[in-house]
């Protein structure tokens, strides 16, 4: 099988686990142009900046809602400028948050821009963890190049503050794997090794299990994605995105009997109607 329906694949696993968590009922590939949730940026084939994604979010706003941005972009006056500065990016994340909609891109970005400001490792790490979220759902090369920039050097600044921290290693290792530029091998066994530096040191790490196991499909080795993801369940029975992944893999590859265990021990988790009923149906169709 090639390594490229494992990962289209895994564009189901993100459906069941956005009816799980969020009540969707729109898989991500009838989006238009992007697939992550709650964002649909520019289309644009060449490298991608900030001012783009921003140019593109603000042409999509009421005249009324253009003047309210515009005029905290060009807020900061004299005295404490830094302090201004922190407060205009936490009203331009809420505004984005809150008041627009498909307003991730500059939600997450004016996020980022706080918590460099800030320069805690809480804000840093959170700031982090939102661009990688949404970078397994992101099919846009140009917006998933952007995305994982700014999760690295989140996830970089969080380590100069503290260089221990083993689940920042770790999500700094999955922003190269999901990150990287069509599956690049290179950037992928980056990642892998980041990640394995983790594991290697503490194997009850179950995150970087779960990265690893990742890792493994978008590498392309399944067996050893099995093998990863197989330990995080054993460890985290309830861990419902490691099981879907596993029912994924196998049904990928034909073994139908692994891939309705795993799917049926996926469905005794839910609660959640829809996702249930996605979940019939991929094993009605092993059946």
């Excluded at 980022?112 to 982090?128: C, P, V």
Aim: net charge positive; aromatic share 8%; no cysteine.
């Amino acid at each position: 099988m090639k390594r490229q329906q494992i990962i289209v694949a895994g564009t189901g696993v993100l459906l069941l686990l956005a009816l799980y968590f969020f009540g969707q009922t729109v898989p991500p590939q009838k989006k238009p142009e992007t697939s992550e949730r709650g964002a649909q940026g520019p289309a644009i084939s060449r490298p991608i900046s900030t001012e783009d994604i921003l140019q593109s979010s603000q042409s999509k706003l009421t005249p009324t809602q253009l003047e309210y941005v515009t005029r905290l972009q060009h807020a900061v006056v004299r005295g404490d400028v830094k302090a201004q500065q922190l407060n205009a990016s936490r009203q331009l994340a809420a505004f984005w948050r809150d008041s627009v909609q498909n307003g991730f891109l500059p939600f997450a970005y004016y996020t980022a821009e706080a918590a460099k400001l800030e320069n805690s490792e809480k804000s840093l790490t959170f700031a982090a963890q939102l661009f990688l979220g949404e970078l397994r759902g992101q099919d846009n090369p140009a917006i998933k190049s952007w995305m994982a920039t700014n999760a690295k050097e989140l996830f970089e600044k969080a380590l100069e503050l503290n260089p221990q921290n083993d689940s920042t290693k770790v999500g700094l290792g999955a922003s190269y794997i999901f990150g990287s530029s069509a599956g690049s091998p290179t950037e992928v066994m980056q990642g892998i090794q980041r990640i394995l530096e983790v594991a290697r040191r503490d194997t009850t790490n179950m995150y970087a299990q779960f990265m690893l196991g990742w890792g493994g499909i978008v590498s392309g080795q399944f067996d050893k994605a099995i093998e990863r993801l197989t330990t995080v369940v054993r460890h985290q029975p309830a861990n419902i995105e490691a099981i879907l992944l596993l029912a994924e893999i196998h049904q990928q590859q034909g073994n139908k009997a692994d891939a309705i265990k795993w799917y049926e021990a996926a469905r005794k988790l839910v609660g959640n109607p829809d996702m249930v009923k996605e979940i019939d149906q991929s094993i009605q169709s092993l059946r």
